[in-house]
């Protein structure tokens, strides 16, 4: 090196001085995010075949019953149960056979009258009158005229049918905005009939590799080179992210070549550069980024260990949007996890996905790590369980390794303003890229649509919610035993009038939810309940033969309304229960049943009338050692955000 390039090398290294006005983390992605327009790039729609691994750009809700109809399960007979009381081998039921045959895709033209049956495939439709469905191998076809078949052993109502919306109701929300699609979701949508989704457009990254030092994998070694490993990773952790990497290759120490490749990568949703941020004779990225403005650079330095050399910028497009700009360090470990930093959560957005979850576990550092005050420095550590509990091991590699990353567990941070963390000591460790995370909140219980609604928002939000629907006195047992965050409930206690509040054990708390009316549903014009009131009405059809109702399953707070209502009554149909308000109405609208009790807004879904029965408090008990828990308080202020009280009003609740 000649004494002028000597000279050259010092002025460069003095006059970048002024773009390291270094940041604190926080203020660094402040800074970047503020000009940034971070909304998905657009959306389209594509078939089926090519949805896989897409993000979809909508909530998905059914406009239809899965399964369609009430299933039959087995090849056999539709039977109605009360008919087979008493069947045994030595004692079996004669019923006379209808004149069809129920195969798959056939429609019912007969019902099953008392005293008959009638053959039935795997996947049949079940005829009216029928509430049971009889293996064929518990039967033989009985000789003579007319043909019958012998039941030789009882059945329960309900007994192998898949009832009409009892996979799948309508008006449920079966996926979500946000949500990256799989196989499994695929066949859901096949499955409500769906031969195209609305997906966001992947955003597209340019990646861009910097340095006379850098060569392409798959080239003979250089001296003094070393392979592009950057270029390949970010790609990949771009595809992994949703979004459309766009290799641009490897630009040399040449500005009039490094300024056409970024003017090239400013052509898609981002840019992305690697090498060529601190200060030395080989940098000319941060020239060329500087370049940029409105507003251009925003920040040229990190307090932070790994990454301090980081450059964030901002380039508007000719739509006025803010497109990022970012240069990240050159060596693997400090770009990578300054990628998952600051890059990673920006193209989310653009992707049109939630935040990432974020998984920290408590670990024990096994020996003394000294730091460099004034830089918060987070520590890559390898976890290993021990006989007390997970150490966390330092992973001795520096920032220009290329496996540090990818073999650590997580990382650890010590605060800038500590010289030190001392062995023996506790340290949440954030967990990086293992495995699915757990459920930030279970829910347990009661099934509603208004709780589907608030489920919507705090998944869009990036909380991951797991809701099984048992019904209200299983929701009670699943929170006393502690299995549950939250147990939605609508129990009355008949003595004091009091809604739930009653039924808590000691150890629970009640977070006041919201109102909905209870009524009895039927189809239009059907005289038997039109001009009548809720309860006169329910009374009057228990009493008629001829008028069939569906029932609400044991242990929810609908069935124990219901059988208040009905006293000692046990109309046609009592016994045949349905797990949901949908599966309730899809009966009544089909015309399987002609009344069951459900909530209004899903009478409204399915244009049933409604007659009023009560109006009941929907709430929600929590196992007070779950109350503090953040997912918890997050589903708290959900509840009681302006935002979500307008939503519950739109689809027929009150707070």
């Known amino acids: 090196m000649s004494g002028q390039d000597v000279r050259r090398f010092v002025e460069q290294a003095a006059r970048q001085q002024q773009f390291l006005d270094v940041a604190s983390r926080e203020d660094a992605i402040r800074r970047f995010h503020d000009h940034l327009d971070l909304t998905p790039r657009g959306e389209e729609t594509v078939t089926l ?13 059914a406009t239809v019953d899965v399964p369609g109809f009430d299933r039959s399960g087995v090849d056999g007979f539709a039977v109605r149960a009360a008919d087979t009381v008493g069947a045994r081998e030595d004692a079996p039921v004669r019923l006379t056979l209808n004149a069809e045959v129920l195969a798959a895709g056939t429609v019912p033209a007969l019902a099953v009258a008392p005293g008959t049956a009638t053959v039935i495939a795997t ?88 340095g006379n030092e850098i060569q392409a994998p ?53 840019l992305l550069l690697s090498g060529g941020t601190s ?26 260990k790994p990454g301090k050399p980081l450059c964030l910028a901002c380039h508007k497009d000719k739509e006025g949007r803010g497109k990022p700009v970012v240069v990240l360090p050159g060596f693997p470990t400090s770009a990578m996890f300054t990628f998952h930093e600051f890059v990673a959560p920006v193209i989310r957005l653009l992707a049109g996905m939630p935040p990432a979850a974020v998984t920290t576990v408590d670990a024990t550092l096994p020996l ?48 800038a303003q500590a010289e030190a963390a001392e062995a023996n000591t506790t340290h949440p460790v954030r967990l990086i890229g293992r495995g699915i995370h757990p459920a930030d909140l279970i829910v347990i219980g009661s099934h509603c649509t208004g709780l589907d609604a608030i489920v919507g928002l705090l998944v869009a939000e990036g909380v991951m919610v797991k809701a099984l629907n048992v019904g209200s006195m299983g929701g009670m047992a699943a929170a006393r035993r502690g299995e549950c965050d939250i ?30 009316m209870q009524g009895v549903v039927f189809r239009p014009g059907d ?83 409604f007659l009023p029965l009560q109006e009941e408090h929907y709430d929600f008990v929590i196992p007070a050692a779950r109350r503090d828990r953040p997912a918890v308080q997050r589903f708290i202020a959900t509840l009681d955000a302006p935002a979500t009280v307008a939503r519950l009003s739109d689809i027929g609740f009150s707070r």
């Open 49 to 61: 075949d090519r949805a896989v691994g897409r993000v979809l750009a909508a909530d998905v809700v």
């Open 123 to 210: 996947g049949g439709m079940v005829p009216r009158g029928a509430d049971a469905v009889v293996m064929v191998e518990q039967t033989e076809v009985a000789d003579g005229e007319p043909l019958a078949v012998e039941i030789r052993k009882p059945a329960v109502p309900g007994q192998f049918i898949a009832a009409a919306g009892s996979d799948i109701g309508r008006g449920e929300t079966v996926l979500r905005r946000g949500q990256v699609l799989t196989a499994r979701d695929i066949g859901v949508l096949a499955a409500i009939g769906r031969a195209e989704v609305a997906v966001t457009r992947r955003p597209r990254v340019a990646i861009l590799s910097t």
């Open 218 to 270: 798959g080239t003979p070694p250089r001296a003094a080179a070393v392979y592009d490993s950057n270029g390949a990773i970010l790609a990949a952790a771009v595809a992994e992210l949703g979004a459309e990497p766009v290799a641009l290759g490897i630009a040399p120490d040449d500005e009039d070549a490094l300024s056409a490749a970024v003017a090239a990568g400013l052509e898609c949703d981002a």
């Open 279 to 304: 200060k030395g004779a080989g940098d000319l990225t941060h020239r060329v980024v500087s370049r940029l403005a409105d507003p251009g650079v925003l920040v040229h330095g990190v307090a932070l």
């Open 368 to 415: 003394r790590l000294t730091s460099e005050r004034g830089r918060t420095e987070y520590v890559m550590v390898s976890l290993v369980e021990g006989t007390k509990g997970t150490a966390a091991y330092p992973i001795a590699k520096g920032s220009g390794a290329v496996t540090a990353f990818g073999h650590a567990d997580g990382f650890l941070t010590i605060d």
């Open 487 to 516: 147990a939605p409930v609508h129990l009355l206690d008949y003595v004091t009038g009091e809604y739930n509040r009653p039924f808590l054990a000691p150890g629970m708390t009640l977070v006041p939810g919201y109102r909905r």
């Open 527 to 609: 005289a038997r309940f039109e001009e009548h009131s809720g309860d006169v009405a329910a009374v009057a059809a228990a009493g008629d033969p001829a008028c069939i109702m569906i029932n609400r399953n044991a242990g929810s707070g609908t069935r124990i309304l219901t059988d208040r209502l009905l006293g000692a009554a046990r109309p046609e149909g009592y016994w045949t229960q349905a797990k949901t308000h949908n599966a309730v109405a899809a009966a009544v609208s089909q015309g399987r049943a002609d009344w069951g009790v459900a909530i209004e807004p899903v009478a409204r879904l399915y244009g049933l009338g």
